[in-house]
């Protein structure tokens, strides 16, 4: 009964910047964790970070390191990715995720997550 609408998606130029928003609504509990996957077409849906509701704990995927911060606001229910350094393969189409089953290592894998956005399209041009 949570549900997940993101926003902030668009088309950019290489080397720029994008902020997407997830805003949950429902039963947002105190213990979710909230990540971010994205697909590309003709790809396998790849994850790209996670976070817990107070923003202690967060992990990001190789690919995106040092370039990209998750972040939440739990009075606002909402996670955020922040993208910058964006490059022509960071094109697809970004979803948040939502997993009840707390702090884990398998929160890299899209079977760990209860919950799904519809997605938003985010498209670096060269």
């Known amino acids: 009964q949570v549900q997940l609408v993101e926003s902030g998606g668009g088309l950019v130029q290489a080397g720029g910047s994008l902020r997407l928003s997830c805003a949950a609504s429902?039963?947002?509990?105190?213990?979710?964790?909230l990540g971010w996957f994205r697909q590309a077409p003709g790809q396998a849906r790849e994850f790209v970070a996670s976070i817990n509701w107070s923003g202690g704990s967060t992990e990001h995927a190789d690919s995106v390191k040092g370039r990209f911060t998750i972040a939440s606001d739990h009075t606002k229910s909402t996670v955020y990715l922040q993208m910058n350094s964006l490059k022509p393969e960071d094109t697809a189409v970004y979803y948040c995720?939502?997993?009840?089953?707390?702090?884990?290592?398998?929160?890299?894998?899209?079977?760990?997550?209860?919950?799904w956005g519809q997605g938003t399209q985010v498209t670096v041009s060269s």
């Open positions: 429902g039963r947002t509990f105190s213990t979710l964790v």
């Open positions: 995720a939502a997993s009840r089953r707390g702090w884990s290592g398998i929160l890299k894998y899209e079977y760990a997550y209860d919950y």
